[in-house]
């Protein structure tokens, strides 16, 4: 089995304390206003967010962004304007700080340009989709998700939904939420019925339109307004809810308790298996000096490899 897979719960990581008893309170004490000193703290910090978009080009994954937040994140290519195809896998992130209500969230939005362009296999996973999501499955949370759900009819968009699950459950491939991280019984109930629907498809629109006298986020097409928040027209509101107004939180402790540390681990255990040569580093503390006549005993030196370049990490 594979020990990534045994990971546990981030809530489940802590050693288990020996068995507390109750005790009768004299009176008042004040721990309650630990909640408003945590919200204090966190409303001047604020919050950190990083997600990763990846399909190919032409999906709206730049209009998705700029949806699920209600914001211009991502500046897509103007119509009409032909950029070169990209040679190679190069990441490029924008950071933006969106604040809501007095509330901060300093967001991170990674694209992929050029991934998976020069293939060609509609409506199922691509053999490179499924290396893919089985090595990143490994490392940060997975959310796939169906886009331009409009061009599917309804009994195409559930067969597609279906073959994506059955791809997943015959590779191997752990989306989020995952089994082993429900905590309770609410959290499976809940978490249950999300994968069920997994992947969501979703449709991205960042123009607002008037339907029967109502201001709409939607798309226009000469059949009417697809309204990206009906859950009649698309599942853009479950996959909005999910990452950020029910499982945002859930989304960054498993991402450090689970994901980094296994990262790290991981890491750690390369480290200590590569030979020792002139890339090396003692990073142990000099000995002390040893006294007039006598010699010195060798100790024990922690070694490291300086890593004068991570660029070639495959992560």
Not at 183 to 194: M, R, T, Y
Not at 239 to 250: G, M, P
Request: glycine share 6%.
């Amino acid at each position: 089995m594979d020990p990534l897979r045994q990971s546990p719960s981030p809530s489940s990581s802590r050693a288990s304390s020996p068995r507390t008893l109750s005790c009768e309170r004299l009176g008042y004490v004040g721990i309650e206003a630990v909640l408003d000193q945590l919200k204090i703290k966190a409303m001047k910090m604020g919050f950190e967010f990083n997600i990763m978009v990846v399909g190919q080009s032409g999906l709206g994954k730049s209009t998705m962004v700029n949806t699920l937040f209600k914001s211009k994140i991502w500046k897509s290519t103007m119509p009409g304007l032909r950029v070169p195809m990209p040679q190679t896998l190069q990441l490029h992130s924008v950071t933006h700080v969106i604040e809501e209500n007095g509330v901060k969230l300093k967001l991170t939005v990674t694209d992929t340009p050029g991934f998976g362009d020069q293939i060609n296999n509609d409506k199922c996973l691509r053999p490179l989709d499924l290396e893919f999501l089985q090595r990143l499955c490994r490392a940060v949370n997975v959310v796939p998700v169906i886009a331009r759900a409009d061009s599917l009819t309804i009994e195409e968009r559930e067969a597609f939904r279906h073959r994506i699950q059955d791809d997943l459950k015959t590779h191997s491939i752990e989306v989020y939420p995952q089994k082993s991280f429900d905590e309770d019984v609410n959290d499976k109930i809940l978490n249950s019925k999300i994968r069920e629907r997994i992947p969501f498809a979703v449709v991205g629109a960042d123009r607002e339109h008037m339907v029967n006298g109502r201001c709409v986020l939607g798309r226009k097409t000469k059949w009417g307004i697809i309204e990206v928040e009906n859950m009649a027209h698309c599942e853009f509101p479950l996959l909005r809810d999910l990452l950020i107004r029910s499982h945002l939180q859930d989304l960054k402790d498993i991402t450090h308790n689970v994901h980094y540390e296994n990262y790290r681990i991981i890491r750690l255990k390369e480290s200590h298996a590569l030979p020792q040569g002139p890339g090396w580093v003692n990073l142990a503390p000099a000995p002390p000096p040893a006294p007039t006549g006598t010699r010195a005993s060798p100790g024990p030196a922690k070694m490291c490899r300086w890593a004068e370049d991570n660029s070639d990490e495959d992560f």
